[in-house]
């Protein structure tokens, strides 16, 4: 019985943590705080560095006393757990990466963002609970790929990999470091080993969705970039145009010079020289 209602305890207990985080950010943007920051000097990525450390040491908290909390009250008294632990925090990160992420993309009033990102939170559970039901009631092998998919979201991911501890101690061993990667159900080839590497896939995931659309839709008052700055030099760069050497070396020779005046009607006395000859002629080998 652990095994089905244990994976849905956990993941609406973030409920509450993810809707107050979502709803501070956009208060936030809303009262322009971040707009006040930027004037004072404070770069874009310390704020949300900043930002995430404050967050991260408070669910670091409250990870290290539900796990003490679940070991020590007879819950998962078999498992390691300093390994449960590390699933949390693994899970906390992507938790806060999924704030950030919603936030930019639907919310822009702190009171509604409370209001609606805890029922976003909740739906994005649902086809963890319908994987579930199909194994555990219509006893159907769900295929590998259909639950790889189902993690590409976190909460599901998470899921998962809490029912799979829940069959281990329900066998009686507990999950450790040793069997982590094996599956406790027969004829199941996937493991919580692999819903862990994928929280961490959707952790990097939700970061750089958060990192383009902060750029390509910074708010009211941001100056939104080119939805292909990625690929642009100057964005890596900071600079406008490289101009190519061979430009710069050709700017300096009399030739150049030559023509230019010339276009413009300037008078200007040309004289060839053995030197501007063979830098044209190396610099165009060198550029072959």
Known sequence: MIQHAFPLCLTISWIYTFAMLTQSIVYEKEVRLKEVMKIMGLSNGVHWIARFITVFSQTTVVMIAVTIILHYGNVLMHSNPFLIFIIFEIYALSTISLAYVSNRCFYSKAKIAAACSGII????????????????????????????????????????????????????????????????????HFTCFETILFIVLDTCIYL????????????????????????????????????????????KINLFRWIICGKHHMPYTFHWSTLSLNQIINDSKRNQ
């Open 208 to 251: 750089i969705l958060m990192w383009y659309i902060e750029n390509i839709y910074p708010g009211t008052y941001g100056i939104p970039k080119k939805w292909y700055f990625p690929f642009t030099i100057s964005y890596w760069t900071g600079e406008t145009h490289v101009e190519p050497n061979w430009i710069k070396k050709f700017k």
């Open 121 to 188: 939170y909740l739906l994005t559970y649902v086809p963890c609970t319908y994987i579930s039901i199909r194994e555990d009631f219509a006893q159907d092998i769900i295929p590998k790929w259909a639950k790889m998919l189902a993690s590409l979201f976190s909460t599901r991911a998470f899921g998962m990999g809490v029912k799979y501890i829940a069959f281990y101690e329900n066998i009686g061993t507990g999950i450790q470091f040793d069997n982590i990667q094996y599956s406790p159900v027969e004829d199941d």
